[in-house]
């Protein structure tokens, strides 16, 4: 009854589906502990800041579109609200997705490590085994070596489903996201991230958006995504070295779904993106390769015959394995995966005067 009060106060959900899920036993506990003990207040100026600086015109907004936004990125509040709020943005339209002028975070250069020292492959296996994972998943991430990141830029948002429709609707794309039952647009997960989209796909979106911006937007390397998740630290998380279901849509959250863009604050990166751990995966630009002086590994994804494009970040419908900064997998049917927008810093410029 106190779940159901509280989205009542705050905001009606509309979607038949979240008020399932926030009746079930699983994710009720968890909300009911979220209430209990609310969020950590250890940044919450400094993101509450950054995320109220990035909204393009909070303050022209409307009061109840404003409150909204704030909401649901306020660490301060309990996750069900800002979940609720993030629902009602979808419903009302959402005014921090603007496909067109989308929130990019600007990552400085840097020299950095990527990858996990040989020394520490087992203890991480043996950490992870309850989650399922093999050896030779973790393999990929040795040996850590030192790449030079240069300065680029990274959406805040993974593409949401409402960008992925104007997409289709300006292109006549033909390509529907599998996630879409029955064909349909999920108008309730506006802005939820879209996924289940091919490689092909999604080159398609980003020529059609570079056209209409002139800009030239892409996808982000393995390194560039790993080093925008970890800000560079050594830290197995974006948030930190321990696991914690309320800063990430992964499966141990129990929402069993996506979620709204940007509502898992406390999740942010130390560079402030938004999801880099959860709700779905992110194709980044390269195929698997090994790291350097690291072994050639061949597990579920490929064969030696052929590669495969790697993905990053965790997923609703996976363990918290897949949320951690430096984990390397790759595309599969059954994974739920996105993408973000990335571009070089100087390409801009570049672009704008073709």
């Given at each position: 009854?106190?779940i159901l009060?509280l989205?009542?106060?705050?905001?009606?959900v509309?979607?038949?589906?979240?008020i399932?899920?926030?009746s079930?036993?699983?994710f009720g506990?968890?909300?009911?502990?979220?209430?209990?003990?609310g969020?950590s207040?250890?940044?919450t100026?400094?993101?509450?800041?950054r995320?109220?600086m990035?909204?393009p015109?909070?303050?022209?907004?409307?009061?109840p579109?404003?409150?909204?936004?704030q909401?649901?990125?306020?660490p301060?509040?309990?996750?069900?609200?800002?979940?609720?709020a993030g629902?009602k943005?979808?419903?009302?339209?959402?005014p921090?997705?603007?496909?067109?002028?989308?929130?990019?975070i600007?990552i400085?250069?840097?020299k950095?490590?990527?990858?996990?020292?040989?020394?520490?492959?087992?203890?991480?296996?043996?950490?992870?085994?309850?989650?399922?994972?093999?050896?030779?998943?973790?393999?990929?991430?040795?040996?850590?070596?030192e790449?030079?990141?240069?300065?680029?830029r990274a959406?805040?948002f993974?593409?949401?489903?409402?960008?992925?429709?104007?997409?289709?609707?300006?292109?006549g794309?033909r390509e529907?996201?599998?996630?879409?039952?029955g064909g349909?647009y999920?108008?309730?997960?506006?802005?939820?991230?879209?996924?289940?989209?091919?490689?092909?796909?999604v080159?398609?979106?980003f020529f059609?958006?570079?056209?209409?911006t002139?800009?030239?937007?892409?996808l982000?390397?393995?390194d560039?995504?790993?080093y925008?998740a970890?800000?560079?630290?050594?830290?197995?998380?974006?948030?930190g070295?321990?696991?914690d279901?309320?800063?990430a849509?992964t499966k141990e959250?129990?929402?069993d779904?996506?979620?709204?863009?940007g509502v898992?604050v406390?999740?942010?990166?130390?560079?402030?993106?938004?999801?880099?751990?959860?709700?779905?995966?992110?194709?980044v630009?390269?195929?698997y390769y090994?790291?350097?002086?690291g072994?050639?590994?061949?597990?579920?994804?490929?064969d030696n015959?052929k590669?495969?494009?790697m993905t990053r970040?965790?997923?609703?419908?996976?363990?918290?394995?897949?949320?951690r900064?430096?984990r390397?997998?790759?595309?599969?049917p059954e994974?739920?995966?996105?993408f973000r927008?990335?571009?070089s810093?100087?390409?801009?410029?570049?672009a704008?005067?073709?």
């Amino acid at each position: 009854m106190k779940i159901l009060w509280l989205l009542k106060v705050g905001l009606a959900v509309t979607a038949v589906s979240y008020i399932l899920l926030l009746s079930s036993p699983r994710f009720g506990a968890f909300v009911r502990q979220e209430i209990r003990t609310g969020m950590s207040m250890g940044s919450t100026t400094r993101l509450r800041d950054r995320n109220v600086m990035l909204v393009p015109h909070l303050q022209t907004l409307s009061s109840p579109l404003r409150e909204l936004v704030q909401k649901s990125e306020d660490p301060a509040v309990p996750l069900v609200q800002r979940i609720s709020a993030g629902q009602k943005l979808a419903e009302l339209g959402d005014p921090r997705i603007q496909i067109f002028e989308p929130q990019m975070i600007e990552i400085p250069g840097q020299k950095v490590k990527i990858g996990l020292p040989a020394e520490q492959l087992q203890s991480t296996f043996e950490r992870l085994r309850d989650a399922g994972v093999e050896l030779s998943w973790i393999r990929k991430e040795v040996p850590q070596h030192e790449v030079t990141i240069a300065p680029f830029r990274a959406a805040k948002f993974k593409v949401t489903n409402s960008e992925y429709l104007d997409f289709i609707k300006n292109t006549g794309e033909r390509e529907l996201p599998s996630s879409w039952e029955g064909g349909c647009y999920p108008k309730d997960r506006a802005n939820h991230p879209v996924y289940t989209v091919t490689i092909e796909a999604v080159e398609r979106y980003f020529f059609w958006l570079n056209q209409k911006t002139h800009r030239r937007f892409r996808l982000m390397t393995e390194d560039e995504w790993e080093y925008a998740a970890s800000g560079g630290k050594e830290i197995e998380y974006p948030w930190g070295d321990e696991f914690d279901p309320n800063n990430a849509n992964t499966k141990e959250a129990g929402l069993d779904q996506s979620s709204p863009v940007g509502v898992f604050v406390t999740g942010n990166s130390p560079f402030g993106l938004a999801d880099m751990a959860g709700n779905v995966e992110e194709f980044v630009s390269n195929d698997y390769y090994p790291y350097p002086g690291g072994a050639d590994v061949q597990d579920l994804f490929g064969d030696n015959e052929k590669t495969y494009r790697m993905t990053r970040g965790g997923a609703f419908n996976k363990r918290r394995d897949f949320a951690r900064c430096k984990r390397r997998h790759g595309w599969y049917p059954e994974h739920a995966i996105g993408f973000r927008l990335a571009e070089s810093v100087d390409d801009e410029a570049t672009a704008s005067s073709l």
